[in-house]
Structures are given as structure tokens and as C-alpha cells.
């Protein structure tokens, strides 16, 4: 019989001590049985941002329902309400602590569907339907270009936050529905102009897409003092947004995006004088 031969755990060896062999077969304390145990996504989202956001979503669709039965300005008001969802939602989100990937994405299909669809469908049934072929190509073109700006978002975010490469998916359709309300309460038959509210579509869809610098205010904090002039500022805003909304929201809308053009060109402008660049 072999000396060295092991029995029943105990190892035999040539020494004669008898000593149970406790490690063999056995993992390491502390480990995990279950291997796959590990890479499992975490259960249930965060209640409070997303149900903000899926009241933006519900916004969007509600804006393309009030379309189709013809009420347009219900429609402009259900893409203002989707902004609004869509602004407390994240500031939400940042000041609880709750932001999380599924967060991330559900926001992004929300705003596809509040921002890139709601708009071009609104807009199509207000005055794009009498161009045919081309309207509807339009009207894609602008969903297109949504989502393209809403996949360059979620690549690149966190690289700026204090501005937005290209206009924002919100603040264009702000701008499709501070345009409809206006034709509506001023009364305009949109089928003169059938012709410039595509190419407003078109010039929308193409900032949105652009390299153009906007302004994100993600650093604006209400907390801060505000100068005396800029409460002013304030007053009349609100004063004018009282006066007559629909042009309010759209002389606001119009002065973001001209702004962001202006400081563009001035920027390459400067570029090119500047001879060490």
C-alpha cells in the first residue's frame, strides 16, 4: 500500500499525521455560488423624473391627436406642456439624485416623440397636407433630422453643459408651435404660406443637425442675485407674455436661434482675423 495515498480527505503522507484536508472542493470564503448572479441589471427605475416624463410623452401624443381633428392651437399648447415636462423632469432628476440610464433613454424616446414627431404632424396637417409629395417629405425630413440631433446628444453627452451643439429638439418645435398659435390666433389662412412654413420646417430640421453653439442654461441656478436691469428684463418679458402669448413665445424662440447664429458667424469671423490661428 502506498503511503502517500489519501483517504476519505485525510491526507496520508509520509510524515503519518492525519489531517483533514478542508480546502479541496470547496470555493473560497465569500465567494459567489453563482457566477451570473453578479451581471444582473439592477430591478425598478426611479418613480418621480419618469413620471414627469411620461407626462411629456403623453403631451406629444396628445399634440398629434388634437391635429388631426383640426384644433391646432390645443396642439401648439400640448408641445409647450411636453417642454415643460421635459425641463422639470431633469432638473428633477439632478436634484434628487435619481438619474439613471433607463432614465436617460426613456427621455430620449419621449422627446423623439414630443419634439421630432408631434411637430412635423402638427405642422403637416396645418398647411403641409395641400403640398403633397413634398410636404410629407418634409415632414420626414424634420423627424429625420430629430433623431439624428437626439443620437448626437446621448453620444456626446456630458462633454459641454453649458451649450448645445445645434438647436435643441425642444426649442425647435417650440418654434413649429409658436408659428401655428400665431397663424391661428391672428387668423391666417395657412395655405398662402404653405410654401414658407416648409421651408421654416426645413430650416429647423437642418439647425437641429448644425454645429452651431446654443446656449444650454443648464448653469442658470434661481438661487442666484440677479442685477437690477435684469429684473427689468424680467418684468417686461412676462408683461409682453401676458399682452399677446403667441407672439411672446415666438419673438423669444426667434431671438434664441438668431443668437446662436450671430455668435457662430462672429466667432469665424474672429477666426479668420486672428493671425495665429
Known sequence: MDTNETKAGFDTSA???????????????????STGSSNKPAKGFYVLPNLFTTAGLFAGFYAIMQARLGHFEAASLAIYAAMVMDIIDGRLARLTNTQSDFGSEYDSLSDMVSFGVAPAMVLFEFALTDLGRFGSLVAFIYIACAALRLARFNVAAGSDKTHFTGVPSPGAAAMIASTVWVFVDAGITPSDYNVGLALLMIAMALAMVSNIKYRSFKDFE?????????LIVLVLIIAFVYLDPPSAFLAIGSIYMISGAVFYLLGKFRGKQDPSE
Open 222 to 230: 434661481f438661487r442666484d442675485k440677479m442685477p437690477f436691469v435684469g
Open 15 to 33: 510524515n503519518g499525521s492525519n489531517k483533514p484536508n478542508n480546502g479541496a472542493g470547496k470555493p473560497p470564503k465569500g465567494s459567489n455560488k
